[in-house]
C-alpha cells in the first residue's frame, strides 16, 4: 500500500465519519417521522459556532461542548415541536420546505447571535502529525473517527437494548401499531429530532478543528449527509454509517487521483449509478407499492 | 357543466392576462418593471416545474440545472461562437430536452426521497461543470452574453421585456392548462393517485413521466436562456442547489397543482427578498420564519387554501 494511497484513504475515512454521524441523524428522523430534515446540516453548525463561541468567552472544552450539543439538542426539540408537529399530516414536499424554512431561519440566526466569519477550533489534543508508514494523521482524525465509532456502538445499544430506542424502531416500523401497544408516538419523535441533532452538533464539533466552521457550513455538510443516507439507504442505520465512509472515500480518492475540482461531482456520479441499479440504496429495504 | 369549466378556465386566463396588460401602470420606473420580469421568468419555470411536481407528484430538485443549461448554452452558443440568439435559444433549449429524455428515463424509476436525491445529484452536478470549465463558461465570476435580437432588432429596455416576457408567461399558462386537461395530463394525475393502479388502467406511467420531465426542463431551459439574454450575464449563482429549492419553495409555497398558484408563489417569493431588504440583517430570518409558518399554516399552498376560504367563507380549509 502505497504513502499516498494511504493518506487518501486516512483523509477520506475521517470526512466520511463525519458525513456518517450527519447520516445517522436524518435516518433517525426519517425513520420516526418520514420526515426529510434538511435542517440538519443547520445542527451540525451550531454544534461548531457554539463551541467556538463560549470557547473564545473563556468556557473549558468540555463544558463548551457540552453545552453546544445540548443547545442544538434543543433546537431540534423545538423544531419538532413548534414546525414538524403541527403540521403533521401535510405531504413529504411541504414538509421539506418548512424543514428548508427552518435551515434558513436557524442561518439568519448564527449570524445574529454570532457573525458572518470564519472560525477555527482548537484541536483537541495538538496539532503534531502522527507519521504512520509514510502518511500523516493528525490528532484531530483520530478524535473523529474514534468519536464516531463510540457513538455508532452506544446507537446501537440505545436501539438493541434499550426500551424507549426500540419504541422508536416500532414507529418505524408502524406509526399506528406502535401507538396501540402504548407507546406514546410524539414523545418517541421528540427523542428522534433531540438525538439527531445532538449527533448533528457532535459532527460539527469535530470536524470544526479540521475544516473550520461559519455560519454556511451547514448547507454542504446537510447535503452530503442527505447523500451519504441515500447511498446507504434511507433509514437504514448501518446504510448511513456505509454510506458516509463510501462517500468520504470516494471524494478522497477523486480528489487525490482525478481532479479535485472534480471530487464532489464523481461522489454524485457514483451516487446517480447506484441509485440506477439499487433503487434503495445499498442496504435500504426493498419496498413493494401496496395497491 | 362543461361549459362552465370551459369558461371558467379562460376566465383565470384572462385574468392573467389583464394583470400583466393593466401591470406597468403600477410599475414607476425601471427596478419595478425589473422585478416584474425577474417574477416573470421565475414563474415560467414555475409552471412548467408545477407539471412535474403538482400534476405528476414527481419531485425535482435539480431543475435550476436545466434553468442554467439554458441558460449557459445560448450564452456560449452567441458570445463564443457568434450564433445568432434565436437560433442559439432553441438549439439550447432542444439539448437540454434531449438530456431530459437521456436521464429522466432511469432517474423517474425512483421513488420520493431517492428520485429528490437522484435530481438534486443531476443539478450538483451540472453547477459543478459549469463552474469549473471556466475556458466556455468563464468560471465562477460568469460570463456576459449578447443581447436577444429578433429579426435584426435588438431587444434592449426594461419595458420591451416586460412585454415579451410577459406574452410569454401567458402562452406558457395557457400551454400548461391545456396540457393537464389532455389526455397526458389526465394520466399524469392518474399516477400521481396510483402508478400501479394508473398501469392497471393501461397507462405507460414511464413514458408519461419522461414526457413530464422534458417538458418542465424546456420550460426551465427557454426561461434560463432568456433570463441569460435580459440580465446580459450570467453567473453559476442560477444554477446551484439553492436555486433549485427556491424553485420548489415557489411552487409548494403558490399551491401543488394550481398553475396560478405556481405563477403567485414565484411573485411573492420574488418580490419578498426586495422588501426584506428593509429589515437588513434579520432578512434570512424574516425570510424563514415565512416559509415555515405559511406552510405549517397553509400545508396545500396560499392559493388552493385561500380559494377554499372563499368558495366557503367562515369556515376553515
Redesign the interface.
Known sequence: MSAQFLQFLLAGLTIGAIYALVALGFSII?NASQV?NFAQGEFVMVGGMCTVWLGNAGWPLPAAIAAAVLLAALLGLALERF?VE??R??????L???T??????????A??VWDKKIHALKPFSGEAPIQIGGATLLPQSLWVLGVTLVVVLLLSWFFGRTLLGKALLATSHNRLAAQLVGISVRRVLLVAFGLSAALGAVAGILIAPITFTAWDVG?MLG?KG??AA?LGG?GSGPGAVVGGLALGLIEAMGAGYLSS??K??LA??I??AV??FM???LLGKR?A?R? | MLERLASSRNAGLAALAAVVALLPLALVNNYYYEIAILVGLNAIVCVGLNLLIGYAGQISLGHAGFFGLGAYGSAILTARFGWPPLAALLVATLAVALLALAIGRPILRLRGHYLAMATLGMGVIISIVVATEDRYTGGPDGMSVPPLTLAGVALTGERLWYWVVGVLLVLAVWLARNLIDSPHGRALRALHGSEVAAEVGGIDSARHKVRVFVISAVYAAVAGSLSAHYAGFITPAKVTFFHSIELVTMVVFGGMASTFGAVVGAAVLTTLPQALTAFKEYEMVVFGAVMMFTMIFMPRGLVPTLAALCARPGKAP
Not at chain 1, 399530516?89 to 411541504?94: D, M, N
Not at chain 1, 428548508?100 to 440566526?109: C, D, Y
Open positions: 426519517y426529510i414546525a403541527p403540521a399530516g401535510a405531504s413529504v414536499v411541504t421539506i420546505i418548512i428548508i424554512g427552518a435551515s434558513i431561519l436557524l442561518r439568519g440566526l449570524t445574529l448547507v447535503l442527505f447523500a441515500i434511507m475540482a472534480y464532489d461531482a454524485f456520479v451516487i446517480l441509485l440506477f433503487p434503495s440504496g419496498s407499492d395497491v
